[in-house]
């Protein structure tokens, strides 16, 4: 082993420099379960409970009613919704609002395209009753109005050729036993009427489902049930799991072509990417 006086003074610093990087890959692993917790994923360590739904206690379900135990990064998600809507309008120019209902946030928003005959896509987007507006829920629209679609609304029933079902809810009973619950007054008629997996006989179209593996277990479990049910009821249903993308990732795919919604869109769609 060489000694210190022997080295020249690259090597010393060299050796110094490594010296320091053993130490702090050191501390980071010292440090790592703090950050770990800061980035829980699931529901927070706790005694398990009496199961309230399947194989889940109260606070396992609430967790996985609850996009943020399971994406916490969605806030800065949900502001690229934001941001890159803005863009869209930019590129595209402000869309027509026409009102649905008596207030401001009852109003949809139409992009439309220059071709002829075009497809029509609608859009209805999440934000578990809480969030969610058609001014930051615009940026898949640029792909779909360049790719020759356009939003409209107050279509006849037979004019509907296909649904694509994203990360979805489709049976309310486990989400009225969640905390959802609190703010959403839930009653059977309710539960009843809003549970499309109930109401099977009205789809009349094809349908696709995606989840993405990153998702909550139950919103994983109710897109499966969906399409089980789907099947069983002689329905034509395509089942697409995204892998790796949690829940406002996969809504964040619509705007891209090559994403998993994107794509899954244009084929339903029979467009191409522009």
Known sequence: MQKMNELSPRQIVSRAISRRLVLGGAAA???????????????????????????????????????SAYAPLGGQIRARFSSASEEVRTLLGAPQRLAYGPSEFEKLDIYRTKRPRAPIFVYFHGGAWLRGSAKDSAFPAEMFVRAGARNDFNLPETVVKGGLCESGMYDLKAVRLSARSKYVKFADQIEEEMSPQRH???????????????????????????????????????????????????????????????????????????
């Not at 006989?201 to 995606?210: F, G, N, Y």
Request: glycine share 6%.
């Open 29 to 67: 692993i010292v440090a790592s379960p703090v950050l770990a917790e800061q980035c829980r994923i699931g529901p927070p360590e706790h005694p398990k409970g009496p199961l309230v739904w399947l194989d889940l206690d109260q606070v396992e379900l609430d967790a996985a009613y609850d996009q």
């Open 200 to 274: 099977l006989d009205l789809i009349r179209a094809p349908v696709v489902v995606t989840y993405g593996t990153n998702e909550t277990p139950e919103f994983q479990h109710q897109s499966h049930d969906f399409v089980a049910a789907m099947k069983a009821a002689g329905k034509p249903v395509e089942l697409i799991v995204a892998e790796n993308f949690n829940h406002f990732e996969t809504e964040e795919s619509l705007g891209n072509p090559y994403g998993p919604n994107g794509r899954a869109a244009l084929a339903l769609m029979k467009l191409a990417p522009a």
